[in-house]
């Protein structure tokens, strides 16, 4: 019993960790990342663009006009 309640509790920490550790990765705008022998390259600007047009609010009022 104690067993599984401990092993639930390590599998729950280490995904809550991953997923922690994600999100840090995604908000670092580094366009170039590389761990041993994995060599990450990604494309920031296009990332930081999307960003900015998520964070805008959008009007439905005038979404409605423009049809």
């Not at 920490?13 to 705008?29: E, H, M, R």
């Not at 999307?50 to 006009?65: A, C, G, K, V, Y």
Request: with cysteine; glycine share 6%.
């Amino acid at each position: 019993m104690i067993s599984e309640v401990f092993w639930t509790g390590l599998y729950t920490s280490l995904i809550g960790f991953s997923i922690a550790l994600a999100s840090q990765c995604y908000k670092s705008k580094c366009s170039q990342v590389e761990i041993g022998c994995i060599k990450i390259v990604r494309d920031t600007t296009a990332e930081e663009e999307l960003d900015i047009q998520q964070r805008q609010p959008q009007n439905p009022i005038q979404s409605q006009q423009g049809l």
